[in-house]
């Protein structure tokens, strides 16, 4: 008997919409769609007729909602923020007791926490999952991070494990050959269920914060190469290409190969050269800085990823202060290809450290949020699918399975060998950098933050001093059990250190 029900809904049907539909199709789930504009709907529908679990098109959310089995499962994929809400406040007075509104977008943690509850109190259960992957991820295999009500996630789980990214099982490495209709079989789903309330999107958030330390770390890399060494964008594309085939091997380094060796087709440069030097930001980075600065973590770099950004908008003013401030003339004098190498090196060692930093971040939230994450299964789920999925990753897995209990990355054997290696050329390249005059911000503020996590004793001292004078802000001593707090009257010297 045919079905008559669709298995799963969807709202949204922009690209990403879109691509997750037929995603959901491909796997043999019957799925009903939904979007504002009708006619969008409409052309969706008729272009695809022969997946294999089948399209149901739906011109109002009343009949959207009455073709869905039960407990209903509807997946919105809207702008985040006031149109996010403003679907759920249209779908919950057409909803029955114990349905499932998942939130696939780009939501701040804190609004999903907010809709749980709002929800809750309703008899609806809410479902905030990240999902990582872009267009293509949508479409043959996203890494998903689903949090919320446990009891409703095993309702969404044979749906969201299927349409995930699979890696392979021992590896790590991706598995690919996904095309329409025919999706990729076996392996091991890039998808966790990753704690209540908001920790999924919680979770993507770090991921892209840490995706925007992966992309300003490669394009220092891509600088250091142009500017000190004076190669082509071409020349570096074939750098990067090489590096994809090592431990560096990732999505954003393999397709940075590609678009340095790229031509524009109206002037034939390297588009590269073409493309205006500003670049956007969609908010997600900031929130990971602004997060980590409440919660008192210190993660400078992607702070100064997002503060690269910054810089780089404001080209008319770096333009006309290009002018008028100078830096060294310096020209590069030593062995091209060990400098690569040491490139490398820099770049891998950074890269360490900024994962450490937001997993370090992580760590403190499920204190301030009750969660309890599995940082191996996190770093998992990352291997595949995600804009920062790497080689790399499965390290991190490994890391955690022998410890999960890590405090920091750093500590990790493998880790910790890998960056007492390589050390010695990042520093290099941070030197040569400063006297060539280039701006590697995460480059720099990643090794600051491996000295100053490595270093026993660090200058606070003098600036908890400097607090306590000005202000009395008091201080701890040395030769004192820590909680202890001192003060002294600064100013007047033969006045006793009091305790307080």
């Known amino acids: 008997m045919p079905k008559t029900q669709s298995d799963i809904g969807l709202i949204g049907l922009a690209v990403m919409g879109q691509n997750l539909a037929l995603n959901v199709a491909d796997h043999g789930f019957r799925i009903s769609v939904y979007n504002r504009t009708t006619e969008t709907m409409q052309k969706f529908v008729a272009e695809n007729p022969d997946t294999p679990g089948g399209l149901v098109g739906c011109a109002t959310l009343q009949e959207f909602v009455a073709s869905l089995e039960k407990p209903r499962r509807i997946v919105i994929l809207v702008k985040a923020g006031g149109p996010t809400d403003a679907v759920i406040d249209g779908l919950v007075p057409l909803l029955d007791k114990d349905d499932i509104i998942i939130d696939g977008g780009n939501a701040k943690w804190t609004d999903t926490i907010r809709r749980e509850k709002d929800l ?19 479409r043959f295999g996203p890494s998903l991070m689903p949090g919320g009500d446990p009891k409703a996630y095993e309702f969404l789980k044979p749906v969201w494990e299927a349409i995930s990214a699979k890696v392979h099982p ?9 095309a329409p209709g025919k999706p990729v079989s076996g392996g091991v789903p890039c998808c966790t269920y990753i704690g209540p309330n908001g920790a999924g999107h919680y979770v993507k958030m770090v991921h892209n914060g840490i995706e925007y330390g992966d992309m300003q770390m490669i394009c220092e890399a891509y600088d250091l190469m142009r500017g000190v060494l004076g190669m082509s964008a071409p020349e570096i594309g074939k750098v990067f290409s090489k590096w994809n085939k090592g431990m560096l091997d990732s999505f954003l380094i393999e397709i940075t190969a590609d678009i340095l060796q790229q031509v ?31 919660m008192g973590v210190p993660a400078a770099t992607v702070a100064e990823a997002v503060f690269a950004r910054c810089l780089s908008a404001v080209k008319e003013e770096r333009v006309a202060a290009s002018k008028v401030l100078k830096g060294p003339k310096k020209k590069f ?97 941070v030197s040569a950098a400063v006297e060539h005059g280039i701006s590697i911000p995460t480059f720099s503020s990643a090794l600051s933050y491996f000295d100053g996590y490595r270093s026993a004793r660090l200058p606070a001292n003098l600036l908890q001093g400097q607090r306590d004078y000005f202000g009395a802000h008091t201080y701890e001593r040395t030769d004192k059990p820590r909680g202890k707090f001192f003060h002294i009257d600064w100013p007047d010297k033969t006045r006793p250190q009091l305790e307080v």
């Open 120 to 138: 809750a109190a309703k008899g609806l259960r809410f479902i905030g999952s990240g999902v990582s992957g872009g267009e293509e991820g949508a």
């Open 170 to 178: 021992k590896t790590g490495r991706p598995l690919e050959g996904a």
């Open 264 to 294: 524009d087709p109206v002037t034939g440069k390297p588009i590269v050269d073409v493309i205006l030097d500003t670049a956007g930001q969609k908010g997600t980075g900031k929130w990971t800085s602004v997060n980590a600065l409440d």
């Open 333 to 429: 004098k030593g062995n091209k290809a060990a400098f690569i190498r040491a490139i490398h090196d820099a770049l891998y060692c950074s890269k360490i450290c900024s994962y450490a930093q937001g997993f370090q971040l992580m760590r403190e939230a499920q204190k301030e949020y009750t969660w309890t994450l599995n940082f191996g299964e996190i770093a998992q789920i990352w291997r595949g699918g995600c804009i920062i999925r790497a080689v790399f990753l499965q390290k991190i897995t490994e890391a955690f399975r022998r410890k999960p209990t890590l405090a920091n990355l750093l500590l990790d054997p493998y880790f910790r060998k890998t960056v007492e290696k390589a050390q010695n050329n990042w520093r290099k390249v």
